[in-house]
């Protein structure tokens, strides 16, 4: 299969028409060696920096290790869970992220923490996309090994690890995990989560 017959089959069957950036974005497991240009992996966390957040906390940090350079994604891929040390360490770029968990200004605790990182993850993602890169995120790590590895302290959260890089060839990959990266993308439908008047309507 070609990267385009990849591209094609990973892209988002809608049901109503969304933008491109949203319908072509996918997590892979098979990356490319390629190493993003420095100023591309910076317009990345650019583009997070920009997302709203409570408060405008900003709550969000990363760690990022970039292949070849330093041990950081060595160090990154000794926190991941056996499942994505599978795959994962072939991305030529690993984060992890990590939230502050209490306000900079009171120290009460922000409960859109986790919320704000995400949100951020979404920009980060989308700008990747429209620069032709792929983002898999993963919960699958050990945030502890995390937090004594890097030093994190104590009031952040180490939330989600990420892997980033271009489209690699799903040959690469072990049979099921070949399998899952060769499969069409599924969600629930738009009934079952978009509610009106009370819980369970369906508005669409
Ligand atoms: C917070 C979060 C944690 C995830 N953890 C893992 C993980 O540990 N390993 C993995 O292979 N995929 C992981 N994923 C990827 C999801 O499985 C994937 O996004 C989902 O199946 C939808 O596929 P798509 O992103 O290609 O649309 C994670 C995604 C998110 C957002």
Redesign the pocket.
Known sequence: MTQDELREL?RARTDYPVHDLIAN???P?AFSDRVPDRTVLASLFEAARWAPSSYNEQPWRFIVGVKGEGDTHERIVECL?D??RTWAPRAPVLMIAATRMYFSFNDRPNRHAFHDVGLCLGNLILQATSLGLHV??????DPERARTRFLIPAQFEPV?AGAIGYLGDPDQLPGPLRQKELAP?ERRPLSEIVYSGEWGMALF
């Not at 898999?136 to 790590?141: D, E, P």
Request: a positive charge; proline letters at 0%.
């Open positions: 990973k974005r996918w997590s497991r869970a499942v994505n898999h995120l993963m919960a699958g790590f989600v993308r």
